[in-house]
């Protein structure tokens, strides 16, 4: 595997992302990763180490709010994140790319593809790639969601994706819960215009023993593209990054280099 080191998008800690430099960077075309509801840029460290090595420069968003962005007010708006989020990648569009997005992070991700689309001036996606994710207007916010502090977390701690070591620190939990609430009225408050389609594919992925997405639910994505849809099964819960995150990462891989050379 090659050796990387971490950096930001223009060779330093950028506060955007998070990507591989080194021998293996630089690759010919790039992946764009957001990441589910509280999430930050180092839920795709391993596609960080692996990307080079499938022929893909992996981008991970460092979203306000979180990491390194703790102190920053988060997003929840899709929309409003989609334009600055377009604004932010124009410089690094000069390659052809992806979007892949996690949970929230797919329908932050269909906003910005979107977005992109508006825009005259910008290169397209080849591809939007969605994991574990509702399609928009199909996300009903849970009274929790809302609730005491305590509710979200018996919540966190029944859906899996956050580790016990976090939870038993109250202290830390405090100061991410308020990106997870930004992150989960984002997802569950973005609705596309009528008549707004992509004209690129959309690819899927539902993890096989997710309790949250299933993949019936996942293919309303199908009315989101006139370029078709497609949906694969995989191993793993909600967070099927931590079982099938490669598996996943070399299919999108496979995907992106076969638009691509069409």
């Known amino acids: 595997m090659t050796a990387v080191a971490w950096a930001g998008a223009d060779g330093t800690r950028d506060r955007w992302f998070r990507r591989a430099t080194g021998p293996g960077a630089g690759q010919r ?25 499938m022929g893909v420069e992996v981008f991970a968003v460092r979203l306000p709010g ?14 409003l994140l989609a334009e600055r ?4 990648l124009e410089p690094y569009l000069d390659r052809p790319y992806g979007i892949y997005g996690h949970s929230m992070g797919g329908v932050a991700g269909l906003a910005l593809a979107h977005e992109l689309a508006r825009s005259p001036r910008s290169r397209q996606p080849l591809g939007l790639f969605v994991g574990a994710s509702a399609p928009p207007g199909s996300l009903r916010p849970a009274a929790r969601w809302s609730g005491s502090d305590a509710e979200l ?28 609430r930004a992150d989960l009225a984002l997802a569950a408050g973005y609705r596309v215009r009528p008549s707004e389609r992509l004209a690129v594919p959309i690819q899927g992925f539902a993890g096989a ?14 009315a989101q ?25 070399g299919t999108v891989a496979r995907s992106i280099q076969h638009l691509l050379d069409r």
């Open 209 to 222: 023993a997710d309790p949250l997405v299933t993949a019936a639910s996942m293919a309303g994505w199908s």
């Open 85 to 88: 989020l377009a604004a932010v």
């Open 29 to 53: 075309v790039r992946l764009f990763c957001l990441p589910y509801a509280g999430g930050g840029a180092g839920v795709f460290h391993d596609w960080l180490r692996a990307g080079s090595d």
């Open 153 to 180: 977390v018996d919540w966190l701690r029944r859906t899996g994706g956050t580790p016990a070591s976090v939870l038993a620190r109250p202290r830390l939990v405090a100061r991410v819960l308020p990106a997870l």
């Open 225 to 249: 593209t006139e370029a078709g849809f497609s949906l694969s099964r995989v191993p793993g819960g909600h967070f099927f990054l931590a079982e099938s995150g490669r598996r996943v990462l």
């Open 66 to 79: 979180r990491e390194r962005r703790l102190a920053e007010r988060p997003f929840d708006d899709a929309r």
